[in-house]
């Protein structure tokens, strides 16, 4: 008889063959958890509104009202965070009558872009929200009240709807960043229809109204990513917002072409602008660039230049400010990403340095050789300015020898360089791209760790430990966890973490999810499952894998090992493992001489390497499987394509991962034979011994015989 030829085919299909190495590569996640699994394990729970997706544009986690608003498409929303989200609250800002029309006779698409997709969303004070739309292309911003601390309301006020130009782009989708400070909206955005002009653009509050110098040509096409007020040191008159973003600018070597570079950008709180020159702009502006390179054989390096996304990671007290920075390639034969990590008195030690200048447009740039006027262009006025002698408490007051210098010389000579040179992190051949970071140190048993949470294009979330062995060694990458958290695959666009609550909040243009930073449960019942999983946020406690809190339980019994993920070590003499090992239970499994038969064994980990023995009917021990075109291993199991009487015997699916062996199951495969003449046929040992009409079944030293 011919075996099943679709059967094989629909398994060979289905499945991965895992030709040579057995064990995958470390960027493969130890555990990958789906929607549903997320979902069933309350680990997850998802917004997506009263119409099935809200097209989320922009989102604000407020930890002081305990709610997190939601900007969608002529709506907003608010919910409650300790609250299961059932009870969310609406708003519907349409656009302004008559300009939905106007918006499609412009020639722009009704469906796409002719709305009022809501975009800035920040505190204004204590019981109101800033918030600006696109309007269907007429720029708009209101006040939503949304009342004391303890209320959960969320009305707009009608009297104080107002032209959002400069402070909200007109497109729904164009790159953009916000910041709220000291009651002034800072932008950074294209302000016009047909999205030329960019700029850094301040407006809406106690300070004069700034802009960028456009005659200058400051911004080169810039893509904005995020802004934030960065305090420099302890005097409030030299805070400064920074801004990063990615610009396309002429190729700097003077040749042809343009090629794009990522930048932080910052200008003074209290920039004033000029008396004569620079008047209402910017007279503070500086920009440098950032660099995420890996060196390359030949010394050619890998550049990765688009900036996706930037993750603040504010430290304790007395530490430097830590920026987080995922970047893409932009070439277009590879795609790579790569997280570098700056430290924020690097960024400053370039703003100090020396200015980039060139002579003409066809020159080499090269560091400024020249006298610095005082005060020195992108200097706060403050007390440093202000003394008896130095007249400059306002860059109103700034010589227009100093303006002139800053508006000729904004950029830096020298790049931000990452901490250790080189990325924590680059992932090339992945199947998703990235485009989110979110970072949260963790205390662990064995030192702090950054977990990185990577939100994906395909609606999941990586969440991803470097570890850095120390000397010039390149860090190993440990993927931990792989979440699906929508349904369908759409780029997570928004992500903030709250570390008080251990929860993150992802954004998909659907809606969005809250997702726990752990479940530690999730990894098993056995101290060794525990330890394996190599989770900063887990440790095994003598009784079950939970979440680790430094500190709280000095005493009590924890095992965790994130370096080196060695249960052997971490988990000797505790019973649940040898409990573990005895609890795999024998099932038997009938396969027809021929025939195709499959034996499955799906390991916990996709890390782990999975090993099959054979034990045959009357031997002692056991012996490897031997895989060739005829019995296959496959990521899911073993694979008989035609089965054979001599594969009859008992088989362990065993893991070994960090030296750690596991069994996973136990399979006893019998054979049936196939059509009439069935025979009984036993193995005793080690003989086999046919009687017509039995199903026969193979045990060591046994032999159990039933009728057909
Ligand atoms: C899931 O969470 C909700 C609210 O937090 C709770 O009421 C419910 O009991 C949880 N379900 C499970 C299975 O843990
Ligand atoms: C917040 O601002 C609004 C509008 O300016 C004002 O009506 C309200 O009283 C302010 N609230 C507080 C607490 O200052
Ligand atoms: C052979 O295997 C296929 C799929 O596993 C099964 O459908 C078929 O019934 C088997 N044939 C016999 C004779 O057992």
Same mark, same amino acid.
């Given at each position: 008889?011919?075996?099943?030829?679709?059967?094989?085919?629909?398994?060979?299909?289905?499945?991965?063959?895992?030709?040579?190495?057995?064990?995958?590569?470390?960027?493969?996640?130890?555990?990958?958890?789906?929607?549903?699994?997320?979902?069933?394990?309350?680990?997850?729970?998802?917004?997506?509104?009263?119409?099935?997706?809200?097209?989320?544009?922009?989102?604000?986690?407020?930890?002081? *009202? &305990?709610?997190?608003?939601?900007?969608?498409?002529?709506?907003?929303?608010?919910?409650?965070?300790?609250?299961?989200?059932?009870?969310? *609250?609406?708003?519907?800002?349409?656009?302004?009558?008559?300009?939905?029309?106007?918006?499609?006779?412009?020639?722009?698409?009704?469906?796409?872009?002719?709305?009022?997709?809501? !975009?800035?969303?920040?505190?204004?004070?204590?019981?109101?929200?800033?918030?600006?739309?696109?309007?269907?292309?007429?720029?708009?911003?209101?006040?939503?009240?949304?009342? @004391?601390?303890?209320?959960?309301? #969320?009305?707009?006020?009608?009297?104080?709807?107002?032209?959002?130009?400069?402070?909200?782009?007109?497109?729904?989708?164009?790159?953009?960043?916000?910041?709220?400070?000291?009651?002034?909206?800072?932008?950074?955005?294209?302000? &016009?229809?047909?999205?030329?002009?960019?700029?850094?653009?301040?407006?809406?509050?106690?300070?004069?109204?700034? !802009?960028?110098?456009? &005659?200058?040509?400051?911004?080169?096409?810039?893509?904005?990513?995020?802004?934030?007020?960065?305090?420099?040191?302890?005097?409030?008159?030299?805070?400064?917002?920074?801004?990063?973003?990615?610009?396309?600018?002429?190729?700097?070597?003077?040749?042809?072409?343009?090629?794009?570079?990522? *930048?932080?950008?910052?200008?003074?709180?209290?920039?004033?602008?000029?008396?004569?020159?620079?008047?209402? $702009?910017?007279?503070?502006?500086?920009?440098?660039?950032?660099?995420?390179?890996?060196?390359?054989?030949?010394?050619?390096?890998? @550049?990765?230049?688009?900036?996706?996304?930037?993750?603040?990671?504010?430290?304790?007290?007395?530490?430097?400010?830590?920026?987080?920075?995922?970047?893409?390639?932009?070439?277009?034969?590879?795609?790579?990403?790569?997280?570098?990590?700056?430290?924020?008195? &690097?960024?400053?030690?370039?703003?100090?340095?020396?200015?980039?200048?060139?002579?003409?447009?066809?020159?080499?740039?090269?560091?400024?050789?020249?006298?610095?006027?005082?005060? !020195?262009?992108?200097?706060?006025?403050? $007390?440093?300015?202000?003394?008896?002698?130095?007249?400059?408490?306002?860059?109103?007051?700034?010589?227009?020898?100093?303006?002139?210098?800053?508006?000729?010389?904004?950029?830096?000579?020298?790049?931000?360089?990452?901490?250790?040179?080189?990325?924590?992190?680059?992932?090339?051949?992945?199947?998703?791209?990235?485009?989110?970071?979110?970072?949260?140190?963790?205390?662990?048993?064995?030192?702090?760790?950054?977990?990185?949470?990577?939100?994906?294009?395909?609606?999941?979330?990586?969440?991803?430990?470097?570890?850095?062995?120390?000397?010039?060694?390149?860090? /190993?990458?440990?993927?931990?966890?792989?979440?699906?958290?929508?349904?369908?695959?759409?780029?997570?666009?928004?992500? /903030?973490?709250?570390?008080? *609550?251990?929860?993150?909040?992802?954004?998909? !243009?659907?809606?969005?999810?809250?997702?726990?930073?752990?479940?530690?449960?999730?990894?098993?019942?056995?101290?060794?499952?525990?330890?394996?999983?190599?989770?900063?946020?887990?440790?095994?406690?003598?009784?079950?894998?939970?979440?680790?809190?430094?500190?709280?339980?000095?005493?009590?019994?924890?095992?965790?090992?994130?370096?080196?993920?060695?249960?052997?070590?971490?988990?000797?003499?505790?019973?649940? /493992?040898?409990?573990?090992?005895?609890?795999?239970?024998?099932?038997?499994?009938?396969?027809?001489? @021929?025939?195709?038969?499959?034996?499955?064994?799906?390991?916990?980990?996709?890390?782990?390497?999975?090993?099959?023995?054979?034990?045959?009917?009357?031997?002692?021990?056991?012996?490897?499987?031997?895989?060739?075109?005829?019995?296959?291993?496959?990521?899911?199991?073993?694979?008989?394509?035609? #089965?054979?009487?001599?594969?009859?015997?008992?088989?362990?699916?065993?893991?070994?991962?960090?030296?750690?062996?596991?069994?996973?199951?136990?399979?006893?495969?019998?054979?049936?034979?196939?059509?009439?003449?069935?025979?009984?046929?036993?193995?005793? #040992?080690?003989?086999?011994?046919?009687?017509?009409?039995?199903?026969?079944?193979?045990?060591?030293?046994?032999?159990?015989?039933?009728?057909?």
């Amino acid at each position: 008889m011919v075996p099943s030829a679709w059967a094989i085919c629909c398994l060979l299909g289905g499945l991965l063959l895992r030709a040579g190495s057995p064990s995958p590569g470390p960027s493969v996640p130890r555990l990958r958890l789906s929607y549903r699994d997320l979902l069933s394990a309350n680990r997850s729970a998802i917004f997506l509104g009263p119409r099935g997706s809200l097209d989320l544009r922009a989102m604000y986690l407020d930890e002081y *009202r &305990d709610c997190l608003f939601l900007g969608g498409r002529d709506a907003l929303y608010s919910l409650q965070l300790d609250q299961a989200w059932l009870d969310p *609250r609406e708003v519907l800002w349409p656009p302004q009558p008559g300009q939905r029309e106007e918006c499609v006779r412009k020639g722009r698409d009704p469906l796409m872009e002719c709305a009022n997709f809501v !975009r800035v969303l920040q505190p204004h004070n204590r019981t109101h929200l800033l918030v600006c739309g696109t309007g269907a292309f007429q720029p708009t911003c209101a006040l939503i009240t949304v009342g @004391h601390r303890g209320e959960h309301v #969320l009305h707009l006020e009608p009297g104080s709807v107002e032209s959002g130009r400069g402070r909200c782009p007109h497109e729904p989708s164009r790159p953009f960043a916000s910041t709220f400070v000291g009651g002034d909206l800072y932008t950074g955005l294209t302000a &016009d229809f047909l999205g030329r002009e960019a700029m850094i653009f301040r407006s809406g509050g106690p300070r004069p109204a700034l !802009r960028s110098d456009s &005659d200058q040509n400051l911004l080169h096409d810039p893509r904005f990513v995020m802004a934030a007020r960065i305090p420099d040191n302890s005097d409030r008159d030299d805070d400064k917002v920074y801004f990063f973003f990615s610009e396309t600018v002429p190729s700097p070597d003077g040749g042809p072409g343009r090629v794009t570079v990522s *930048r932080v950008g910052r200008v003074c709180v209290n920039d004033a602008g000029g008396q004569r020159v620079l008047v209402n $702009k910017w007279s503070t502006f500086l920009k440098a660039r950032l660099v995420c390179s890996v060196p390359g054989l030949g010394g050619a390096e890998t @550049h990765f230049d688009q900036l996706e996304d930037v993750f603040l990671l504010w430290p304790k007290a007395g530490k430097s400010l830590e920026v987080y920075a995922l970047f893409s390639t932009v070439s277009a034969v590879f795609q790579g990403f790569a997280v570098c990590v700056y430290h924020m008195v &690097d960024i400053w030690e370039v703003f100090k340095g020396p200015f980039a200048h060139q002579d003409g447009p066809q020159h080499q740039w090269g560091p400024y050789g020249g006298k610095v006027p005082f005060p !020195r262009p992108g200097m706060c006025p403050s $007390k440093m300015t202000a003394q008896p002698g130095r007249p400059f408490g306002s860059t109103k007051d700034y010589p227009d020898e100093v303006l002139h210098f800053a508006r000729a010389h904004p950029l830096m000579f020298q790049p931000v360089r990452p901490r250790q040179g080189r990325p924590v992190l680059v992932k090339t051949h992945l199947a998703q791209q990235l485009r989110q970071i979110v970072v949260d140190r963790v205390e662990a048993e064995d030192g702090t760790y950054d977990v990185m949470f990577l939100g994906t294009d395909s609606g999941s979330v990586l969440k991803v430990i470097a570890l850095q062995a120390g000397g010039s060694a390149e860090p /190993e990458e440990v993927v931990l966890e792989e979440l699906q958290v929508f349904k369908v695959p759409t780029p997570i666009t928004e992500m /903030e973490i709250s570390v008080k *609550r251990q929860m993150l909040y992802v954004g998909s !243009r659907l809606g969005v999810a809250r997702l726990q930073l752990h479940q530690c449960e999730t990894y098993g019942s056995a101290c060794a499952e525990c330890c394996l999983a190599r989770d900063p946020y887990c440790a095994w406690d003598g009784a079950s894998c939970t979440h680790y809190r430094p500190g709280t339980s000095k005493r009590r019994f924890r095992r965790q090992d994130i370096r080196h993920g060695n249960p052997a070590l971490q988990c000797l003499g505790q019973s649940r /493992e040898a409990e573990a090992a005895g609890l795999v239970a024998t099932t038997t499994v009938y396969g027809t001489e @021929h025939n195709s038969t499959f034996l499955e064994c799906l390991p916990k980990s996709p890390q782990a390497a999975v090993r099959w023995f054979l034990q045959r009917p009357g031997d002692e021990g056991s012996d490897q499987v031997k895989t060739d075109e005829r019995v296959l291993q496959t990521e899911q199991g073993l694979l008989f394509r035609r #089965l054979s009487r001599l594969d009859a015997g008992t088989y362990t699916c065993t893991t070994l991962e960090h030296g750690f062996s596991q069994m996973v199951v136990r399979l006893a495969l019998e054979g049936k034979n196939a059509g009439k003449k069935a025979a009984k046929s036993c193995w005793f #040992l080690g003989l086999r011994l046919r009687w017509p009409g039995y199903i026969l079944s193979g045990r060591v030293g046994r032999c159990f015989c039933h009728q057909q």
